[in-house]
């Protein structure tokens, strides 16, 4: 079964801190991976996509990496700010035979305290 | 469009109705996806199409549940004789191929009093 994990499921930090958010996932056969953030009461806004054949991808102050063989996958957040707070989704498109599945993690809390 | 479009935004109904939700994909968009997140859960998958044909259905939480899409374009997700365990937000995604990414609208707000 594919299934796609995020750890920890919350997480409180102080203004300026630099923080990890992890994903892992079950199966390496996937096309790519997508960090979304959503924030209470909103729809998902996507942060960064990473293709299979990608490491890495950045945007400003986040960085995605894209461990593949180990099903791993990490959102790197640089100077915290709290409108940084917000609840963090990783999603992995598996290749399912002739088709895909798209599965969600359920996602990480993060709180950046001012 | 420029972005993916959901109507209606909130709906109240009462028990025992029929409701109809409404996705409009970014244009020449292939794969549609349809969600439900409830009151401070995870996504949870319903149903996904690509072009017309939905090779994945096995999200739907009961037979209450269908979805259709027409033209390649707009999905609409039907909820019959709705209970109050289905009032959730109902979000919908699409992308132009796998490799592309997802791109969500902002959800109908389903209220079931």
């Known amino acids: 079964k594919q299934e796609v994990t995020q750890i920890p499921a919350a997480l409180s930090v102080p203004e300026g801190e630099n923080l990890v958010l992890n994903c892992s996932f079950t199966?390496?056969?996937?096309?790519?991976l997508q960090w979304f953030r959503q924030d209470p009461g909103k729809g998902l806004t996507s942060l960064l996509l990473?293709?299979?054949?990608?490491r890495e991808q950045t945007s400003g102050r986040l960085n995605a990496s894209l461990d593949k063989s180990s099903g791993r996958s990490t959102l790197y957040i640089a100077a915290s700010q709290p409108g940084d707070s917000a609840t963090y989704l990783c999603?992995?498109?598996?290749?399912?035979?002739?088709?895909?599945?798209?599965?969600f993690g359920k996602g990480t809390k993060l709180t950046v305290n001012p | 469009g420029a972005g993916v479009s959901q109507s209606p935004s909130n709906k109240v109904t009462e028990k025992g109705k029929d409701v109809e939700l409404r996705c409009d994909p970014i244009?020449?968009?292939?794969?549609l996806y349809w969600y439900r997140q409830s009151l401070g859960q995870g996504l949870e998958f319903l149903i996904y199409?690509?072009?017309?044909?939905?090779?994945?259905k096995s999200g739907l939480p009961s037979d209450r549940f269908s979805a259709e899409r027409t033209g390649g374009s707009v999905s609409t997700l039907t909820i019959q004789r709705t209970q109050q365990e289905d009032s959730a937000v109902y979000l919908c995604?699409?992308?132009?191929?796998?490799?592309?990414?997802?791109?969500f609208g902002s959800g109908t707000q389903l209220s079931v009093l």
């Open positions: 995604a699409s992308s132009a191929w796998g490799g592309s990414g997802l791109f």
């Open positions: 199966d390496s056969a996937i096309y790519n």
């Open positions: 990473i293709q299979s054949s990608q």
């Open positions: 999603a992995v498109l598996f290749i399912q035979g002739g088709s895909e599945k798209l599965v």
């Open positions: 244009s020449g968009h292939t794969a």
């Open positions: 199409f690509q072009g017309n044909s939905a090779p994945d």
